[in-house]
């Protein structure tokens, strides 16, 4: 039998998890801003960062520009038929990702 397709929701997890540290460190740096990316609220729109949306939705917000572009190529790269950008909180700009064979 073959696997079934990853979801849209299944690769920002995998994102996710492949960013977080460890137990053992986590415990050690508490006090330290981590890198690991922030779920959203559904209500507010972001005011510092960059966010990945999809579909117009806005799911994960990241520290620089470098991380939601690389999250929302692999994301776009998995599944092309699905509009992600990357909005910028700062300028409030949205910016596309296309395929890069385009």
């Not at 806005?58 to 994301?75: P, Y």
Request: no cysteine.
């Amino acid at each position: 039998m073959s696997k079934a397709k990853p979801t849209a929701n299944d690769v920002i997890t995998e994102l996710k998890r492949s960013e977080t540290k460890p137990a053992e460190t986590r415990k050690s740096d508490a006090g330290q801003d981590s890198k690991r990316p922030v779920n959203l609220r559904a209500n507010a729109m972001p005011t510092e960062g960059f966010v990945l949306s999809v579909d117009g939705k806005l799911k994960t917000q990241f520290a620089t520009e470098a991380d939601a572009t690389a999250a929302a190529e692999k994301l776009k790269q998995t599944y092309p038929v699905i509009q992600v950008s990357v909005y910028d909180a700062i300028k409030r700009v949205y910016t596309p990702v296309d395929l890069a064979g385009k």
